[in-house]
């Protein structure tokens, strides 16, 4: 699915989306094709199976985000940085792109 599919079918809701095409251009990442995951009651419930998914499977790229924009605008910074493990928070750091909604 297309951005515009996506925000058609879920009105007005957060949700885990994976990218299933994407690529990088002028330091944003442009998603070309993307799939619903999961469909969340609110953000923090979005954050926290974002987070989940992204542990169980660090290879694929998701991403928590809010039908209400408009656009996607992800934003790309490459950083070099020291692994990190939070036990706590349940997060991995590591040498990798960071990547952001602006």
Not at 34 to 58: K, M, T
Not at 77 to 83: K, L, M, T
Request: proline share 2%.
């Amino acid at each position: 699915m297309k951005w515009s599919d996506v925000r058609a079918v879920h009105q007005t809701q957060w949700l885990v989306i994976e990218a299933l095409e994407a690529h990088s251009e002028n330091q944003r990442r442009i998603l070309d094709r993307i799939a619903v995951i999961e469909v969340c009651p609110d953000g923090s419930i979005a954050l926290q199976s974002y987070r989940r998914l992204h542990q169980q499977y660090p290879l694929r790229e998701f991403y928590f985000v809010h039908t209400g924009r408009a656009e996607l605008e992800i934003g790309e910074r490459h950083w070099a940085g020291v692994r990190l493990k939070s036990k706590l928070a349940g997060w991995t750091m590591g040498l990798a792109s960071m990547v952001f909604l602006a």
